[in-house]
């Protein structure tokens, strides 16, 4: 059973730059959230896809967006990168339908990104 | 004042040794707490995930909430120098909202 996967592993941008981050959920998931984590930190909760549509958005800004495909995978976007963008970059997967067993989120390897 | 408080250490105790780990809240909404560990430059990996309060055993692992102090606790027995990681608490509000909200992590290392 292949769990999280992300692609790439690690990336280097320059600042203005525009990034692609891809997610792959567990298998039987169908939600996916993205977390950014900086060095010493938590991770920080950036916003959630569900059925295509974002579904929950954390305090980042428009620069950051999102799309989830009807396979369930996802891609976060960044644009006009800045220093401050450089961090750990997570993917959770975790299953919404109703009915489902109740259970919590579970994370992919993450992307390294280090901004320039 | 963050939601979420946790000593970020560094905590090193010897092989063998019962370690606590803690962590507080503000937020007495939260109703589902979460125990995450995470190896250097990888994913979070999720230990244990209990919900409102009480204990939760699994394996060597134990998990506390108590939701009238704020305080939840992670126990490892007999601890393991595999043990060494950062131990991340996570909390969450109801089922339908999944944002996690993370402590900083707590740094542990198990000295053989």
């Known amino acids: 059973d292949a769990g999280v996967t992300q692609s790439p592993t690690h990336l280097i941008k320059t600042r203005g730059q525009q990034v692609t981050l891809r997610c792959s959920p567990k298998?039987?998931?169908?939600?996916v959230s993205w977390y950014q984590q900086a060095l010493g930190q938590g991770p920080q909760f950036i916003f959630q896809?569900?059925?295509?549509?974002?579904?929950q958005r954390g305090n980042f800004p428009d620069r950051f967006s999102g799309h989830q495909f009807p396979n369930y995978s996802s891609e976060l976007n960044v644009n006009a990168l800045l220093l401050g963008d450089s961090a750990l970059y997570l993917c959770?997967?975790?299953?919404?339908?109703?009915?489902?067993?109740?259970?919590?989120?579970?994370f992919g390897p993450g992307t390294r990104l280090l901004v320039l | 004042q963050k939601e979420v408080e946790q000593d970020p250490g560094p905590l090193s105790v010897p092989e063998g040794a019962i370690v606590s780990l803690n962590c507080t809240y503000s937020?007495?909404?939260?109703?589902?707490f979460m125990w995450y560990r995470q190896y250097s430059r990888k994913g979070p990996e999720l230990l244990m995930y209990?919900?409102?309060?009480g204990n939760k055993e699994d394996g060597r692992f134990t998990a506390q909430v108590d939701k009238s102090s704020k305080y939840i606790s992670l126990f490892i027995r007999d601890s393991q120098p595999s043990d060494s990681a950062t131990y991340l608490c996570?909390?969450?509000?109801?089922?339908?909202?999944?944002?996690?909200?993370f402590g900083t992590g707590t740094r542990l290392t198990i000295i053989p």
């Open positions: 959770a997967s975790s299953l919404s339908k109703r009915g489902a067993p109740r259970e919590t989120q579970y």
């Open positions: 298998s039987g998931h169908d939600t």
């Open positions: 896809y569900y059925e295509e549509e974002e579904r």
């Open positions: 937020n007495s909404a939260f109703q589902y």
């Open positions: 209990t919900y409102s309060s």
């Open positions: 996570a909390m969450r509000l109801f089922f339908g909202n999944e944002k996690l909200t």
